[in-house]
């Protein structure tokens, strides 16, 4: 066998070894970093539960009026007092616009956002 044709044979395998050995080590670490992040998400969103939610469930509340937008924002003009709610958590109100609706949700009265937790039209 040629010198040099040996050398890169002997070249090619010693990479192949290397590199095999190589990802097992970066996959090992990247799901030690995961298993580490974890329990500190866990526990975050545990204690952002734990003190979020006797809040809301204490301060739901039942909203009835009509959808409208303004500059991309959609607000609830409530029908008895005629008072404008923002209504956040959105992602489906689009299809309510203009209609007559029951918001059923968490009111920041400090700002006047409502925090929707359900909405339906009614008749």
């Not at 029908?79 to 992602?91: G, K, Q, S, V």
Request: with cysteine.
């Amino acid at each position: 066998m040629n010198p040099n044709r040996f050398l890169v044979s002997l070249l090619a395998v010693l990479s192949f070894v290397v590199l095999s050995m190589a990802a097992p080590c970066h996959a090992q670490e990247t799901q030690r970093q995961k298993q580490e992040q974890n329990p500190q998400q866990n526990q975050y969103r545990d204690e952002l539960q734990s003190t979020a939610q006797p809040q809301d469930q204490q301060n739901v509340r039942t909203f009835a009026g009509k959808i409208s937008q303004k500059n991309s924002r959609f607000f609830l003009e409530e029908a008895i007092h005629r008072t404008p709610y923002l209504l956040a958590d959105t992602w489906n109100v689009k299809r309510f616009l203009g209609k007559k609706v029951r918001v059923t949700g968490t009111l920041d009265q400090d700002h006047n956002i409502l925090h929707v937790k359900s909405i339906d039209t009614v008749p």
